[in-house]
């Protein structure tokens, strides 16, 4: 080992062999302790420390720092090194400053003069130190302070080359962190897409990045850069590796600023003018085919330099998608590699495959590596590739190959990682549904899926299960006999009677007639679960009993018997014993019409967009590029007697997510699961959900007693909704209006008004509303009312829009 | 962009620790905690990549010493190993033939280098030589303080 250090900072190189000689924790921290106190005075000892000494220990609070340490004190000695002429005091003041300091002090704007004297100082080192700075640690204050001279550097003909280097990066980190506060001149626009061509790669390295930050913010501005980039990339591709000298990496021409080139123009569409389209084509061509020549070294950096190239073009071309026969070689390259023996190539083919399963020209492609695939999935060895190949499988699943896949997912799932096992079951469960050609195997599937990994069976799953039934009634006898089979296992998953138990409850009378299971024999295997249950599936299980009271009166007083027992008409638990207590009386008041009413089937549920999608995207943001060639129907709240084919239009994969925000928005709350499920649960007293038809309908506001949210206005043009939570006597309240039309609705502005006693009786509060609504979408305002004294009149809204 | 470079022993000592974004100090230690953890569960066969929250990592064991490099969705993950290689190489130029006690006791050189060849979480200079020259133009700067700073006590006789 060099002695780097020479006769610089001994004192540090001491101070570090000591720490390291420490046989014990506390004996090195009785060490740091030591020399924090050491430094602390001569910090503060009269006589000026000189730069040397204050550049020594700066460096050593540095090191004790970066052991894990916090560190209190020595900002200024380190800023005031800042303004030293030496330049390795300098150095190590910028250092400490941009590892420790990199959150708001009130030095701030100290710090900000250092840098600005340096960078206005024409000493190329100094310069680049402070830009180094800034990049490092650049936030809005400097965006603000440097929003003129930074750009001036960049684009100045007199700057070197290693300054524009470092001012390009600069810039792109004030913009990354604020935006707002850099203000781009647009003279400039012209000369920082030129960078593209400088002649140091160095240079065009780093503008790159920047410029692939700038177009993203404003594409029609920088679109001059597609040419450059082109011509660029292409010269890069077709020279000779000694062309570059000291940019060749082990015989790869310039391979990372090919890969930034390459990223840049994935920003854009396929380029317009034929001839630059010509040459990407001719370019990407050119890629493809070295990557079939053999190997110039046996060293891997060079393949992996190669196959870098190779797979950000892939990437290009999937993003083009319009050259056939590219996305074809593309697949094709992808199919060796998914076979290589390297890992890392078949972990990167199987994420580059996800994306090529989403074009139309490539689909079928991918598809013919589906074997492959699943013996991936078999037999890798890496559980991160594992988990590769079930994106692969989740991406290249359709209706022909549905089934299949849905079986492979379900037996890995048995054994698969407990991390990803919830997003697993996500995935079966929203494929089983959306290709279901026969929904007892959409139900067989479901129903093994509880059974395998019931703990990571969310919510939104077993509750869509259930939308499922209820709205296909021609699977409700063989959802009532395979629940009935699923509750006969020894050991039943706790959603698994959940399911079972809210369907046998619905639709238990279809199986009643066969001896094997008979009402009683139903309510004795329910029961028999019961005690071993949580509260919530209880209280479910209550609201079963109920329905069966009505179902199969035979058993009535059976029923009433448990409902009178102790453990549930005394339960300590409130939900279990107003449940008891409440269905008891109904059972002993009503007359069999009336309790047949109450209790009626539930009616279907209104299609909406499958919450499962939503749960999924939570969870991996990234995952959904998918291109589904079917369109995307907004849906409505209309109750529609022919229930329409559920798979299409519950489930929709929307390539862009902010149209999926919209979408969802519209109808976020009114009518979910868990509303209707607790209201219908506990009693079925929640009216027909809607009534609207295309006229204008303004709703019966006494639906609101059962209900805290619905729409309570629509007609062709808007929806107006309402949810509301209620604490003690305050109601806080939002706002939905929606947006039905394809024009924007402007001038909005509604009026809530409060008539004669309403005024003394209720307090409203609510928040300004936003002037317009875009097309299909929706707004909120949120906002309480209070309740001062009992009230009987209504508040009126007035609602106003251009 | 790289969002953060940690440099790990086997024993999960961290050697070096660089960030491209704006992290509280609590917060940089969980990471490094919980990344460190995952990464030295892996086992050797394994590929260099793995998903972590809604980053990617890259690693690559270099002798003692781990290099972890996380970067974002649309990175090109090859290209960061060679990223990687590219900053061992550097390393073992200057310090010719590098171990991990060049790093721990010439810490703040280890970061100048970096800041030459990544700034603000982007590649700038991918010649070895630039990059090389630039730190030994430091050097003899530093060499030429030190000089002058001998020469001045020697003149008030405290040499």
């Excluded at chain 1, 090191?63 to 800042?82: K, Q, R, S």
């Excluded at chain 1, 080139?261 to 370019?283: A, F, G, K």
Aim: glycine share 2%; proline share 3%.
């Amino acid at each position: 080992m060099r002695n780097m250090r020479g006769d610089a900072m001994r004192g540090l190189a001491v101070f570090i062999s000591d720490i390291r000689n420490c046989k014990s924790r506390e004996a090195e921290l009785r060490r740091i302790n030591k020399e924090l106190t050491n430094i602390r005075q001569r910090f503060r000892a009269d006589k000026t420390l000189d730069g040397y000494q204050k550049k020594k220990y700066v460096c050593k609070l540095l090191f004790i720092f970066l052991l894990g340490h916090d560190i209190d004190f020595g900002y200024m000695e380190a800023v005031n090194l800042l303004s030293s002429n030496k330049y390795t005091e300098k150095q190590i003041g910028y250092l400490f400053i941009s590892v420790i300091m990199n959150s708001s002090t009130e030095m701030k704007q100290l710090i900000i003069q250092n840098i600005r004297n340096d960078i206005q100082s024409r000493n190329p080192i100094f310069i680049n130190l402070a830009l180094q700075c800034v990049a490092n640690i650049g936030d809005k204050e400097m965006a603000t302070a440097f929003t003129h001279e930074i750009p001036r550097l960049l684009t100045s003909g007199d700057t070197i080359d290693p300054v524009k280097q470092s001012a390009a990066l600069c810039l792109l980190r004030l913009h990354r962190t604020s935006p707002e506060s850099l203000q781009l001149n647009t003279e400039w626009t012209a000369r920082i897409i030129h960078l593209l061509n400088d002649q140091h790669l160095g240079v065009a390295t780093a503008a790159v990045s920047l410029i692939d930050a700038l177009v993203k913010r404003s594409p029609d501005e920088y679109k001059g850069c597609v040419n450059l980039a082109v011509s660029r990339l292409s010269r890069i591709v077709t020279s000779s590796y000694t062309d570059f000298q000291d940019y060749t990496y082990y015989f790869v021409p310039a391979p990372w600023l090919c890969v930034k080139l390459l990223r840049l123009l994935q920003n854009y569409p396929p380029p317009d003018d034929p001839s630059v389209r010509s040459r990407l084509n001719e370019c990407l061509d050119t890629i493809l085919n070295k990557a079939q020549e053999p190997l110039k070294s046996k060293k891997v950096q060079h393949s992996n330099a190669r196959n870098a190239v190779l797979f950000e073009a892939i990437n290009l071309i999937i993003h083009m998608d319009c050259e056939s026969s590219l996305l074809v070689r593309a697949c094709n390259q992808l199919g060796q590699f998914l076979q290589n023996r390297e890992t890392n190539l078949r972990y990167l083919a199987l994420e580059s495959m996800c994306l090529l399963a989403t074009s139309e020209f490539s689909h079928e492609a991918v598809k013919k590596h589906q074997e492959t695939v699943i013996n991936a999935l078999k037999s890798e060895r890496d559980v991160s590739v594992r988990q590769r190949a079930v994106d692969l499988l989740y991406a290249m699943c359709d209706r022909s190959n549905a089934e299949d896949i849905v079986q492979e997912m379900l037996t890995y799932l048995e054994t698969a990682d407990y991390t990803i096992r919830e997003e697993m079951v996500l995935k079966i469960a929203i494929l089983s549904e959306k290709y279901a050609v026969d929904y007892k195997w959409y139900l067989d599937i479901m129903l093994k899926l509880i059974r395998i990994a019931g703990d990571f069976v969310s919510e939104e799953v077993w509750y869509r299960v259930i939308q499922v039934v209820v709205n296909r009634s021609d699977v409700q006898s063989y959802a009532a006999k395979i629940a009935f089979e699923a509750l006969q296992a020894p050991a039943c998953h706790e959603n698994m009677i959940k399911v079972a138990g809210y369907i046998l409850g619905e639709y238990g009378n279809l199986i009643a007639l066969d001896l094997r299971s008979t009402p009683m024999i139903q309510f004795d295997l329910l029961h028999s679960k019961y005690h071993l249950c949580s509260p919530t599936t209880r209280s479910l299980l209550l609201s079963t009993y109920m329905k069966f009271i009505n179902l199969f009166p035979e058993i009535k007083q059976h029923i009433q018997d448990v409902l009178r027992h102790d453990s549930n008409y005394r339960s300590s638990d409130v939900e279990i014993q107003q449940r008891a207590i409440e269905y008891l009386r109904l059972s002993e008041i009503c007359s069999p019409t009336v309790l047949a009413t109450v209790l009626e089937i539930m009616p279907p549920y209104p299609e909406k967009q499958s919450p499962l999608l939503v749960r999924l995207k939570q969870k991996k943001p990234l995952m959904e590029a998918e291109n589904n060639s079917e369109p995307s129907v907004t849906t409505t709240t209309t109750h529609t007697e022919d229930v329409p084919k559920f798979a299409e239009t519950a489930i929709h994969l929307n390539q862009q997510q902010q149209q999926q925000q919209q979408q969802n928005g519209l109808l976020v709350s009114f009518d979910t699961i868990e509303s209707n499920t607790h209201f219908g649960e506990s009693t079925s007293y929640s009216l027909p959900s809607t009534i609207t038809t295309t006229e204008t309908t303004i709703q019966s506001s006494k639906k609101f007693l059962f209900k805290n949210s619905d729409i309570i206005f629509e007609n062709d043009l808007l929806q107006i909704g309402i949810k509301g939570e209620a604490t003690k006597h305050i109601l806080r309240v939002e706002f939905y209006y929606g947006n039905k039309t394809n024009f924007n609705l402007t001038n909005i502005s509604t009026n809530i008004t409060l008539l004669d006693e309403l005024e003394s009786e209720l307090r409203l509060n609510l928040e300004p509303i936003k002037p317009t609504i875009d097309p299909k979408a929706q707004i909120k305002q949120s906002g309480t009312i209070e309740c001062l004294q009992e009230f009987r009149d209504l508040p009126k809204i007035n609602f106003s829009f251009l | 962009m790289i969002q953060f470079i940690l440099l790990f022993s086997r024993q999960g000592k961290l050697r070096l620790q660089k960030w491209y974004t704006s992290q509280t100090e609590k917060s940089k230690k969980k990471i490094t905690r919980e990344l460190i953890a995952t990464v030295l569960s892996r086992k050797p066969k394994m590929s260099s990549f793995l998903e972590w929250k809604d980053l990617k990592i890259v690693y690559k064991r270099y002798a003692s010493l781990y290099f972890c490099c996380a970067i974002e969705q649309e990175d090109n993950e090859l290209l960061t190993l060679e990223t990687i290689h590219r900053y061992v190489e550097l390393l073992d130029k200057y310090f010719g033939s590098v171990c991990e006690l060049d790093i721990i006791f010439n810490f703040e050189k280890a970061y100048f280098i970096f800041d030459e060849f990544i700034l603000g979480g982007e590649i700038q200079e991918t010649s070895k030589k630039s990059v090389l020259k630039a730190i030994n133009d430091q050097d003899v700067i530093q060499e030429e303080e030190l000089e002058e700073k001998r020469s001045v006590l020697e003149d008030l006789g405290l040499a």
